[in-house]
């Protein structure tokens, strides 16, 4: 399965965005190894590859495998926000322009954010919406740490609904799974 770096897309030329003109309208200063990652990587919904199956019955995608954080393997990490979508979800949760962390990507239960101030500027958090009043984990020194301790996790074959591992296949060009009958 794949870790790391290797579960990222690189960002396209006609995603790139000045991130200088978001710092200045909405009052912030990102840190520069997070303007490095999202200057080189794709933060949008598809930013982070997912291995799929089409399901012949129900004639729909499904998700072969999950992401875990290594170091807590109870954060299952679903993928990044945009950097446009991290500043309006961070107003919006703390209530105030001067943020003080960056909503960057989202879990099954609740989220990842980047400290962007003092002590907790670059460092990388679990909100933790059930653990209060700690809800703030400290996980990652820096947005390279938390990726590389992000590893892909295939689903147990019960969640496939009723396809087993071995009936997949693909075919040459394609990025998802077919089942065979």
């Given at each position: 399965?794949?870790?790391?770096?290797e579960?990222?897309?690189?960002?396209?030329?006609?995603?790139?965005?000045?991130?200088?003109?978001?710092?200045?309208?909405?009052?912030?200063?990102?840190?520069?190894l997070?303007?490095?990652?999202?200057?080189n990587?794709?933060?949008?919904e598809?930013?982070?590859?997912h291995?799929?199956?089409?399901?012949?019955e129900f004639?729909d995608?499904?998700?072969?495998?999950?992401?875990?954080?290594?170091n807590?393997?109870e954060?299952?990490?679903?993928?990044?926000?945009?950097v446009?979508?991290?500043?309006?979800?961070?107003?919006?949760?703390?209530?105030?322009?001067?943020?003080?962390?960056?909503?960057?990507?989202?879990?099954?239960?609740?989220?990842?954010?980047?400290?962007?101030?003092?002590?907790?500027?670059?460092k990388?958090?679990?909100?933790?919406?059930d653990?209060?009043?700690?809800?703030?984990?400290?996980?990652?020194?820096?947005i390279?740490?938390?990726?590389?301790?992000?590893?892909?996790?295939?689903?147990?074959?019960?969640?496939?609904?009723?396809?087993?591992?071995?009936q997949l296949?693909?075919?040459?060009?394609?990025?998802?799974?077919?089942?065979r009958?």
């Amino acid at each position: 399965m794949k870790r790391g770096i290797e579960l990222l897309k690189s960002k396209k030329e006609s995603d790139l965005i000045d991130i200088q003109l978001l710092e200045k309208k909405h009052n912030l200063n990102i840190p520069l190894l997070y303007k490095i990652f999202i200057d080189n990587f794709s933060t949008n919904e598809n930013g982070i590859s997912h291995e799929v199956f089409f399901h012949p019955e129900f004639n729909d995608e499904r998700y072969i495998s999950y992401y875990t954080f290594i170091n807590k393997p109870e954060i299952n990490f679903s993928g990044f926000n945009s950097v446009k979508n991290s500043i309006l979800f961070s107003k919006d949760i703390e209530g105030k322009d001067d943020i003080d962390y960056l909503t960057i990507g989202h879990c099954s239960v609740g989220g990842v954010l980047l400290g962007l101030k003092n002590e907790n500027r670059d460092k990388i958090f679990y909100y933790d919406p059930d653990g209060y009043p700690e809800t703030h984990i400290e996980i990652a020194n820096n947005i390279f740490e938390f990726i590389k301790n992000i590893e892909e996790v295939l689903q147990p074959e019960e969640y496939l609904d009723g396809v087993k591992y071995s009936q997949l296949y693909k075919n040459w060009g394609e990025d998802f799974w077919r089942v065979r009958e």
